[in-house]
């Protein structure tokens, strides 16, 4: 089932993951580019949106699916025992 959300919000994502309770399975297409020369260019150039986007934000989106999944999992007798 799709989901849209800003991966830049924490709300978004805890409110997309509570929504989506224990979903097995996460894709993200989520992406700013950023061109720039790695070597040339100075760290103040380096945009901190792309990096909220392409790296944090999928993470944080990771990390609020995984523990809804687990939190799912916990509840469920059987598979809590291992069975």
């Given amino acids: 089932m799709p989901v849209q959300l800003d991966v830049t919000d924490r709300d978004d994502i805890r409110e997309a993951a ?6 097995d399975l996460l894709g993200s297409d989520t992406g700013e580019p950023y061109v720039r020369p790695v070597a040339s260019t100075a760290y103040e150039g ?9 790296f944090f ?20 007798p059987v598979r809590a025992e291992g069975h």
Avoid: C, I, Q, T
């Fill in 18 to 23: 509570r929504r989506h309770d224990g979903e």
């Fill in 46 to 54: 380096w945009s901190r949106s792309a990096f909220e986007v392409n």
């Fill in 57 to 76: 934000g999928p993470l944080a989106v990771v990390r609020a699916f995984r523990r809804s999944r687990d939190d799912a999992r916990n509840k469920d």
